[in-house]
């Protein structure tokens, strides 16, 4: 069955980073589009990043963009996201999805404040 489990969140100040992992089983990992979500408070799921499975392909959400990065390991089955520049607009918790499951993990709180 499919398992996606969320790791690395904490609290950071502001200007500071966090590297999210998330490990997957129970599925072809190397084969799925793998994406980070996150929901803040009071707030719809919002998609952060998007890394593709043949080529590595990435997209990121416009407020992400340039400060997050999004890569996977195939060999381990972990996606990653490199969060840098951290606001606290970025307190969330964060999520991982594989394209093909509507599964989600518990998630990793990232709470961003001095």
């Known amino acids: 069955q499919v398992q996606l489990v969320e790791s690395g969140g904490g609290l950071v100040q502001p200007g500071g980073s966090l590297r999210l992992s998330c490990a997957a089983s129970?599925?072809?990992?190397?084969?799925?589009?793998m994406y980070w979500y996150r929901r803040a408070p009071g707030k719809e799921r919002e998609l952060v990043a998007s890394?593709?499975?043949?080529?590595?392909?990435?997209n990121y959400a416009a407020s992400v963009k340039g400060r997050f990065t999004i890569s996977r390991d195939n060999a381990k089955n972990t996606v990653y996201l490199q969060m840098n520049s951290l606001k606290p607009d970025d307190t969330a918790v964060y999520y991982c999805?594989?394209?093909?499951?509507?599964?989600w993990g518990q998630g990793t709180q990232v709470t961003v404040s001095s």
């Open positions: 999805k594989a394209r093909e499951y509507n599964y």
């Open positions: 129970g599925f072809t990992f190397s084969s799925s589009t």
């Open positions: 890394i593709s499975s043949t080529y590595g392909s990435t």
